[in-house]
């Protein structure tokens, strides 16, 4: 397994959820990291992206609660979801797209609910 999340789960609105995804040593040094989600019936979207050298970049809809990062010793990267929001319930999925030549390297992916 080259890709895989965990710590999706059910919350209050309001609360926070921290996901976690561990790569491979050889995808994660070379690549920017960065999760997406899906909800239903809907395309998959991006939420957060952290590069190589540690910049990031957010959705609009999470800026302000969502937190992402990299421990690049442990070969992963972290969302840290605060305030969360009935809208942001979804399967979360975790990429890794290389810097060289841009593959993707996709994980399974992990439901997040978030009840009213």
């Known amino acids: 397994v080259q890709l895989q999340a965990f710590g999706g789960g059910f919350v209050q609105a309001g609360g926070s959820l921290r996901l976690s995804c561990a790569a491979s040593?050889?995808?994660?040094?070379?690549?920017?990291m960065g999760w997406y989600r899906q909800a239903q019936g809907k395309q998959r979207e991006l939420v957060a992206i952290i590069t190589s050298s540690g910049s990031t970049h957010y959705a609009n809809s999470v800026k302000g609660r969502f937190t992402i990062s990299r421990d690049n010793a442990k070969n992963s990267v972290y969302l840290q979801m605060n305030s969360l929001k009935p809208d942001d319930t979804a399967v979360y999925f975790c990429?890794?797209?290389?810097?060289?030549?841009?593959?993707?390297?996709w994980g399974k992916g992990t439901q997040v609910t978030v009840s009213s």
């Open positions: 990429n890794a797209r290389t810097d060289t030549v841009g593959m993707d390297y």
């Open positions: 040593r050889s995808i994660f040094s070379n690549s920017a």
